[in-house]
């Protein structure tokens, strides 16, 4: 690891940057190539080199992933018309590597994934977010891999998705889980659910998508509106802008027009994958 990035999560980002004609071969030549004085330096671009190396195949299927997804909106397109094209996109992701779709840096490895959901399950309780009496809902539940894992943590677990494709995977992942069920999302607001409903809303790299759908605060305000008083949300990933202080900004003033308490701003807490945290609480709690 090289300024806290691990191997996993640098060819995640190699995935989305590089230009697709360049083969995982020729990054990893491009990666012994640079030979940086820094030992330490050296060494992980060798691991880097070894992992393309090693993982052509994977690579490969998590480029394809991500080429499904694109983060940008043309101006002119309205928020339906985002929050559908997002839909497909995510459909046809899933179908390419599920575990992918949801975390690139898994390299479609459902081990990998397990290892980051079981981080983020510890850190979640840790927090006091989940309990044997508490309703969970999660925004942008994916393939289901936190519903799975969570089930027997908390009392009920919803996860929301605008994705048809992954909340089959997701229904088919936690078949026979009696307290957790699935929903397809208009991804446009919370209005399927009623005023102080849940305990706890968990969004895991979902905001980015609202962000750029232009519904982030829209649903911050319906994430105040569903919870119940001391309720908490985890945001984890507001957005993709690599601007970690206009994140934590829009954070602050979300929360304070709401009427939250934000608790945990901008924390980069796991080891296995470079999401970044924040936990914001409903007045009333304590």
């Not at 599920?98 to 079981?118: F, I, K, M, Y």
């Not at 994140?247 to 924390?267: F, I, K, N, P």
Request: a negative charge.
């Amino acid at each position: 690891m090289t300024d806290g990035l691990s191997v996993d999560n640098a060819l995640a980002r190699l995935a989305v940057y590089t230009d697709k004609t360049t083969s995982a071969v020729q990054l990893a030549d491009i990666a012994l190539d640079m030979r940086p004085s820094h030992a330490l330096r050296r060494c992980w671009l060798e691991e880097v080199a070894t992992m393309l190396r090693g993982k052509e195949d994977a690579f490969d299927k998590v480029r394809r992933a991500a080429a499904c997804v694109s983060h940008d909106r043309p101006d002119s397109e309205p928020t339906a018309m985002t929050v559908k094209r997002l839909a497909g996109s995510f459909d046809r992701a899933a179908a390419i590597s599920p575990a992918a779709s949801v975390q690139l840096s898994s390299l479609g490895d459902e081990h990998r994934l397990s290892t980051t959901t079981a981080e983020i399950v510890a850190w979640l309780q840790q927090q006091g977010f989940v309990g044997a009496h508490k309703h969970i809902l999660d925004i942008g539940c994916g393939i289901g891999r936190l519903e799975y894992a969570l089930g027997t943590h908390a009392g009920y677990v919803v996860g929301i998705d605008i994705s048809s494709r992954m909340i089959e995977i997701a229904r088919r992942r936690c078949a026979g889980l009696a307290n957790v069920e699935f929903h397809l999302t208009s991804g446009l607001d919370l209005g399927d659910f009623a005023d102080a409903s849940f305990d706890g809303v968990l969004a895991l790299d979902s905001f980015p998508y609202l962000v750029l759908a232009g519904v982030a605060e829209r649903h911050f305000i319906e994430i105040a509106r569903v919870l119940r008083r001391g309720g908490m949300a985890a945001i984890l990933n507001y957005s993709y802008r690599t601007s970690p202080g206009i994140d934590s900004g829009d954070m602050s003033r979300l929360s304070h027009a709401c009427g939250m308490d934000l608790v945990v701003d901008g924390e980069m807490p796991f080891g296995s994958w470079d999401g970044m945290v924040f936990l914001v609480r409903r007045d009333g709690g304590t």
